[in-house]
């Protein structure tokens, strides 16, 4: 018989942590890219913080999540965008078959319409957003994925926004595979941003979790200058 892969047991033990409901219910939880306390962790898995603990344990030895300490209190977040990504990618591959029917439902209409995904804007209003630059040749192609144009920066402007200087933290800006749309939507420095600019604003606004919500303000100011979508907006 062929000797095992190396990689094997250590692609078991991270199949092993998703694969609990109680830790794949924080993992989603945490998808929004904010930090949470262990008792909201608990409360969104439906265990006791007793069991909560464990499972956070289990989560930073397995380095999905990472610990910060503000005082006396610890908070949580995923440990990285690659993270995030493969959690949202095993999510495509789970509901292949299923993806219209498990996106029709009400309580996910929200999410489908507007979220954060690990600090980026998500869903339909994402992919929107993505197209729209594209469209206008807003972007053009990176080593890493994609740069801001001339024609993108004066776009931006419209919006009310200059885009900062590329960091060596992260990578600025390239296509991400949006759960609910099947499609683009755009992530990196560039796209965290500009959440942040749309949420500034008073465009957008933080809904329950991972929704995003377009406010009064967002329909009149921010959806007149995207293209339209394969989804209709509220």
Do not use: N
């Amino acid at each position: 018989m062929p000797a095992s892969s190396p990689h094997e047991p250590r692609l078991a033990r991270v199949a092993a942590i998703v694969a609990d409901p109680a830790r794949s219910r924080m993992l989603a939880y945490l998808l929004s890219g904010d930090y949470a306390s262990a008792g909201e962790l608990a409360r969104a898995a439906s265990v006791t913080p007793a069991t909560a603990s464990g499972h956070l344990a289990k989560m930073l030895e397995a380095q999905f999540i990472e610990c910060e300490q503000r005082g006396r209190h610890r908070y949580y977040r995923l440990a990285d965008a690659d993270v995030a990504h493969a959690l949202e990618s095993l999510a495509l591959v789970a509901e292949r078959g299923t993806h219209e029917a498990a996106w029709s439902r009400p309580e996910r209409e929200r999410l489908r319409q507007a979220r954060c995904c690990y600090g980026h804007l998500a869903g339909a209003l994402g992919v929107r957003l993505f197209d729209s630059l594209l469209q206008r040749e807003g972007l053009r192609a990176s080593p890493e994925g994609f740069e801001v144009s001339e024609p993108g920066r004066a776009w931006l402007a419209e919006l009310g926004y200059t885009p900062s200087a590329p960091t060596r933290k992260r990578r600025y800006a390239y296509r991400c595979l949006d759960w609910s749309e099947r499609r683009d939507h755009l992530a990196g420095q560039l796209a965290d941003e500009l959440l942040q600019h749309f949420l500034e604003r008073g465009w957008l606004r933080r809904g329950t979790g991972r929704a995003v919500e377009l406010t009064p303000t967002g329909v009149q100011e921010l959806l007149p200058r995207l293209v339209d979508g394969a989804r209709t907006m509220p």
